[in-house]
């Protein structure tokens, strides 16, 4: 069964720390993606990468770099976790093209102290 | 960016047909429309993707009209775990770089 695995299912972090979310996929996708889900405010999208060593911004990139070093592995980095930065972090999935569903890791709930 | 619009809950009883529409009035030529499904503290799940006319797999059927600016989501005979949140969306494909954006979802609550 084909998957993505997100490092940490729950991560209490303190204001001003460097955090770090992993992600790997087994399926050889090109695209991979990030997104913070907060109730009320559904699924928003941090950044995305096409390709390794690419990234591109999404909605609401502030805060957040990534790293694809690797074509399975996607990382996302808090570089001064602050409070706000308080969410469920989802990581995703696809083929290159059109027509491609995503496939979804678990989520980490990150929550900042 | 195509956006979607569905109702933001739903209410059915076990054991009946469901469906939910969704409006995307300017869905793009190259857009697929595709359905995810989102239980508490996970991931949302992939149900179905169509580009026109009806799709259907084992979970779900999707029924796509000719001028394709809407959608519908037919779950047949519903149970307790069909109970989750479902996301219609519509693909933005710059470059075929297939990125996703969610809106709030349709919360379905299937009662006894």
């Known amino acids: 069964d084909v998957k993505v695995t997100q490092s940490s299912r729950y991560l209490v972090k303190r204001t001003g720390e460097k955090v770090f979310l992993e992600c790997v996929q087994d399926m050889d996708h090109e695209n991979m993606f990030w997104y913070r889900q907060d109730p009320g405010l559904g699924l928003r999208l941090i950044y995305f990468?096409?390709?390794?060593?690419?990234?591109e911004k999404g909605d609401i990139p502030e805060g957040y770099s990534v790293s694809r070093e690797k074509k399975e592995r996607f990382s996302l980095i808090l570089e001064s976790a602050s409070t706000n930065q308080t969410s469920m972090y989802l990581c995703a999935s696809s083929q290159q093209g059109a027509g491609y569903g995503y496939t979804f890791g678990s989520g980490t709930r990150l929550t900042v102290v | 960016l195509a956006k979607t619009t569905q109702p933001i809950s739903m209410d059915s009883y076990e054991g009946q047909e469901v469906n939910i529409t969704c409006s995307h009035n300017?869905?793009?030529?190259?857009?697929?429309i595709t359905w995810y499904q989102q239980f508490p503290s996970q991931g949302p799940r992939f149900i179905i993707q169509?580009?026109?006319t009806k799709v259907t797999n084992e979970v779900a059927s999707l029924f796509i009209p000719a001028d394709r600016k809407s959608s519908t989501l037919s779950l047949p005979r519903v149970s307790l775990s069909d109970t989750a949140v479902y996301y219609c969306?519509?693909?933005?494909?710059?470059?075929?770089?297939?990125?996703?954006?969610f809106g709030a979802g349709t919360r379905l609550a299937v009662h006894p």
């Open positions: 300017n869905i793009a030529t190259n857009d697929y």
């Open positions: 969306l519509v693909g933005d494909t710059p470059g075929g770089y297939n990125k996703l954006i």
């Open positions: 990468s096409y390709d390794v060593k690419m990234k």
């Open positions: 169509g580009y026109k």
